[in-house]
């Protein structure tokens, strides 16, 4: 496997911070998705040769812990809150306007591969919903309108990005 | 600004222009007196002020937190660990999120207090992993705080030594469950334990002695060691002492979290006057008052609630006060404190179902009865609103829902059966009304 030294550098840090090294297995597994953007299969056995464990105490976790993926997602990455408070706020219909925008649905990358739409459980900001997390920002009262707004910008990115 | 029936301890300085959430701001509002003055007293004595305060855990239970610290094993001779819970994923919760992005030393104070109290020399704090930003500001909050010598070696020059580390969960709710949470913690599938012999307080964190606590809960604990613990037991109510953070979503006209002294403010003064009451053109139809695992509230029900004194009240859902004992007494609870608001635009099936999916979602899977059945709720709920409903299904969803709850490892098969449960009590005619219903509109597909 390779990664970065900084990267390196975390893992063996964090592994410091637990009496029991299997500890670390969710941090290693951040870290490592992080920089890779998923979990691969070598991956899996690189974090339990780490950690002196067997494979399977790790694939058991990307497979339980929904945030791990074992397969690349897009280059950006949407959650719009499924859960009661936003949708009572309008939650469905901005989670439809961005499967609209970017012809995926939720759970599904775009076809170029650039974005990931998907529909995710309470995300403990109810009070100003529908929340929708693009990558690691945090979106507020997001409705229809302002999810075509973000999809555009999203979209002006990419462009940028293929243009380099 | 604040609302003049608010009483701000923990929410003192939150959305005040100018407070950042850097140390020398917090030190230049007091920050860290509290920790100085109670390493300067014995630990025993720190127990015995939260003992005194009366306070009681804010993570869901309302347990305690003076006598979750005496269950302690301090015999064993095994290391003492406090693991903060700010997994925060309860439907409708969202409290914990607020301290930590705008004052996370108030709980990094708190921390410490709690373990120079209870001698712990290693506290995690278990962030749910979509707060990216707030582990980012935990971790800077500590490392500042080791820099001031608040926390790590030989704090405040005492001789008395205590670490923080940030740990972030991935996405899974059963987190919250302190076992779970616990396993999760070593690394593994969050499957909560069961309880005896894996109480906390004995068999915990690699089989040691451990306090679970949640943020608020802690923060808590940062004012008392303050004020002293007799102090924050006049604050509030008999039995529901100190202030209350209540988060406030769904249909009023101003949702937010507000900060009140326990069981000094109705359930009706709070949506009318504090959120502003309903939409304009709407009347307010039901409400979920702790969290969305806690039993719904029909507007227009009454309950009949003997008081402390032994005489009788008649409340109307309006008239409860919100502290934990009342909410018990009308037979639901006071739990995270997320109160979900609902108008008569809601289609109440439909708002079932999208609970439904949430824990069908969310159930580890160790239990038959939990795992089966939630996902058994979720699609009949769901098939209801495709237009496929029976009569008997709101029968069906209830016989499902009476066989989890008492039939599982930990309190999530209650978590998951108790919507189901009062949503068909309260709203029978709904369920056996469904396929026949006036006008089938868009309110259904809008929710699940
Ligand atoms: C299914 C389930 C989910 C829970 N989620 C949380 C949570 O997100 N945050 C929390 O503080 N407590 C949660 N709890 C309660 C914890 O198990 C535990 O009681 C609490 O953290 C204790 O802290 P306290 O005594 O300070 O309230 C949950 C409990 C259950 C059964
Ligand atoms: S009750 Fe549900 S969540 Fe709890 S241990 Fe059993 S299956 Fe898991
Ligand atoms: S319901 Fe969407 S953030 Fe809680």
Redesign the interface.
């Known amino acids: 496997m390779n990664f970065t030294p900084e990267t390196l550098q975390k893992i063996d840090e964090v592994i410091t911070?637990y009496?029991?090294k299997?500890?670390?297995?969710?941090?290693l597994?951040?870290l490592v998705q992080e920089e890779q953007g998923h979990i691969s299969a070598d991956a899996i056995e690189w974090i339990a040769a780490k950690?002196e464990l067997q494979p399977i105490?790790i694939y058991?976790?990307v497979t339980?812990?929904?945030?791990?993926r074992q397969k690349p997602a897009g280059r950006r990455h949407i959650?719009v809150c499924?859960?009661?408070?936003c949708?009572?706020?309008?939650g469905?219909?901005v989670c439809e306007e961005f499967r609209r925008q970017f012809g995926c649905d939720p759970g599904a990358t775009s076809a170029d591969g650039e974005v990931t739409v998907e529909f995710?459980?309470?995300?403990?900001?109810?009070?100003?919903?529908p929340v929708v997390?693009i990558d690691?920002e945090?979106h507020e009262r997001v409705d229809a309108a302002r999810a075509r707004e973000l999809a555009g910008q999203i979209k002006a990115g990419s462009a940028a990005n293929a243009g380099t | 600004m604040p609302h003049p029936a608010e009483r701000r301890l923990i929410f003192e300085h939150v959305d005040e222009p100018g407070y950042t959430t850097d140390l020398p701001c917090y030190l230049a509002h007091g920050g860290y007196e509290a920790l100085k003055k109670s390493v300067a007293r014995k630990p025993e004595e720190l127990i015995d002020e939260v003992k005194k305060s009366g306070l009681r855990g804010r993570g869901g239970a309302g347990f305690s937190c003076g006598v979750k610290w005496t269950l302690v094993d301090r015999k064993s001779g095994k290391p003492i660990y406090l693991i903060v819970n700010a997994d925060e994923s309860e439907p409708g919760t969202f409290k914990d999120r607020y301290i930590i992005h705008q004052d996370p030393h108030q709980l990094v104070e708190g921390i410490m207090i709690t373990c120079w109290a209870n001698q712990v020399r290693q506290a995690y704090i278990y962030i749910r992993g979509e707060f990216p930003r707030g582990a980012r500001l935990l971790e800077h909050a500590i490392a500042e705080a080791r820099a001031g010598n608040f926390v790590g070696p030989n704090i405040l020059g005492t001789g008395y030594s205590c670490e923080i580390y940030v740990h972030r969960g991935a996405g899974a709710y059963i987190c919250g469950e302190e076992t779970g949470l616990i396993e999760s913690l070593e690394g593994k599938r969050p499957y909560p334990r069961i309880k005896p012999p894996f109480f906390p307080a004995v068999l915990g964190l690699y089989q040691c002695p451990t306090i679970v606590n949640n943020v608020e809960t802690l923060c808590h604990v940062k004012h008392i060691a303050a004020m002293g613990g007799e102090a924050f037991a006049r604050i509030g109510t008999l039995n529901n002492t100190g202030t209350r953070l209540l988060c406030v979503s769904g249909h009023v006209q101003r949702p937010g979290t507000y900060e009140f002294e326990s069981g000094k403010i109705t359930l009706g003064r709070l949506l009318n006057e504090i959120c502003g009451g309903p939409r304009p053109g709407r009347q307010f139809k039901a409400v979920i008052p702790g969290g969305s695992s806690s039993k719904i509230l029909r507007f227009g029900e009454r309950f009949k609630v003997k008081q402390r004194d032994g005489t009788m009240v008649d409340w109307g859902v309006e008239d409860i006060p919100m502290d934990f004992d009342s909410l018990a007494a009308c037979g639901t609870m006071g739990g995270s404190g997320g109160v979900i608001v609902m108008d008569d635009s809601v289609d109440i099936v439909a708002a079932l179902a999208n609970l439904n999916a949430f824990y069908a979602h969310e159930s580890c899977g160790q239990c038959t009865p939990c795992r089966e059945g939630s996902l058994w709720m979720k699609k009949i709920t769901a098939r209801m609103v495709r237009g496929e409903a029976r009569p008997e299904d709101g029968a069906l969803l209830k016989s499902v829902a009476d066989q989890i709850a008492g039939r599982t490892i930990c309190p999530f098969g209650e978590a998951c059966a108790w919507p189901t449960q009062s949503f068909v009590q309260k709203f029978g005619d709904e369920f056996r009304n469904y396929a026949s219903r006036p006008n089938p509109g868009p309110a259904a597909t809008e929710l699940a």
Do not use: D, I
Request: proline share 7%; charged share 15%; aromatic share 10%.
């Open positions: 911070h009496p029991v299997r500890s670390a297995a969710l941090p597994l951040h950690l105490n058991e976790l339980f812990y929904p945030m791990f959650k499924r859960t009661l408070s949708a009572l706020a309008g469905f219909e995710v459980e309470c995300l403990a900001s109810c009070g100003t919903g997390m690691e945090l």
